[in-house]
């Protein structure tokens, strides 16, 4: 009897720690969304590189999208022929053969900025004359905040190199 008295007091301690964490999954939504943002930014300038032409990364916001152009007429398809479809997704990227990924709900997203990546896989600010050879894209660090932390991406000026 004692023994399952002594067990369900456990129990309890490890449900009443527990169960918070296990429904709370903002932490889990901005590791992931996170390393969507990541990997959205370097496929933008790996497809600039491999097609020979410029891609936009637009992030307004509530998402982060690809783009052939700066007022994203001419979209960049998803990767694996569709995006993730979240409800937040469709709701600020509208279709899903789109590379845009929405943030996740809870979530915020610091930087409202276009930039470009020129055939050679070097970064530019939008305000930067496409096929100009000057660049004023200086280093941006985008923060993912929403789970009590922050996740930062780094796009860095010249490379291109995203961490």
């Not at 889990?28 to 300038?45: E, M, P």
């Not at 398809?77 to 709701?91: I, K």
Request: hydrophobic share 45%; proline share 4%; aromatic share 10%.
């Amino acid at each position: 009897m004692v023994e399952l008295v002594v067990m369900i007091v456990v129990l309890g301690i490890l449900g009443a720690i527990a169960a918070p964490r296990f429904f709370d999954t903002k932490g889990f939504d901005a590791a992931s969304f996170t390393d969507q943002l990541k990997a959205q930014i370097r496929y933008g300038q790996k497809a600039a590189i491999a097609q020979g032409r410029y891609v936009f990364v637009r992030l307004n916001g509530s998402s982060v999208a690809l783009c052939y152009d700066a007022a994203c007429g001419s979209r960049v398809a998803a990767p694996g022929g569709s995006n993730s479809a979240t409800a937040s997704t469709m709701t600020n990227c509208g279709v899903t053969t789109w590379a845009c990924e929405g943030v996740p709900n809870g979530l915020a997203l610091s930087a409202v900025a276009t930039f470009y990546f020129d055939p050679a896989g070097q970064p530019f600010a939008l305000a930067d004359p496409v096929g100009g050879v000057n660049s004023t894209f200086a280093t941006q660090t985008l923060a993912v905040s929403g789970d009590g932390g922050t996740h930062n991406v780094t796009v860095t000026a010249v490379t291109g190199y995203v961490f």
